[in-house]
């Protein structure tokens, strides 16, 4: 397995858990009104009444939905750069500098094109020996 191949899906997840985190953690509207957690509803917390600009019922929500949005946004994102990343097929270290036979990924070719994406990226390891 490459390097790129261990260290992209780790990256993913971790943006993915950052973004679910940007749901789940309450906020703050102008410093006014507490709003709760954007996948909870993002209702007002605590009772404020409404000012002269500040409706804290429409002001939660339009905000909790933005959080969403960039949740949302940052996910696909991540998730989408990551298959992107992945389908390039990657050579692993050892077949680049042409050390072929040192390839530990290379014997998977074995197991015919069902496990073409696992094994060694070599094109002298694509085909079953």
């Not at 261990?6 to 973004?19: M, Q, R």
């Amino acid at each position: 397995m490459t390097r790129q191949q261990k260290l992209v899906p780790i990256g993913v997840a971790v943006i993915l858990l950052l973004s679910i985190g940007w749901a789940l953690v309450p906020f703050n509207f102008a410093n006014v009104v507490d709003c709760e957690a954007p996948l909870f509803g993002a209702s007002p917390k605590n009772g404020a009444p409404g000012t002269s600009f500040i409706k804290p019922e429409e002001d939660c929500l339009a905000k909790g939905k933005s959080r969403l949005l960039v949740s949302a946004t940052a996910s696909l994102l991540a998730v989408a750069a990551g298959a992107a990343i992945l389908t390039f097929k990657p050579i692993s270290s050892s077949c680049s500098k042409g050390d072929h036979e040192d390839c530990r990924e290379g014997w998977l070719a074995v197991l015919g094109e069902s496990a073409a994406g696992l094994g060694c990226q070599c094109e002298c390891h694509a085909e079953v020996w």
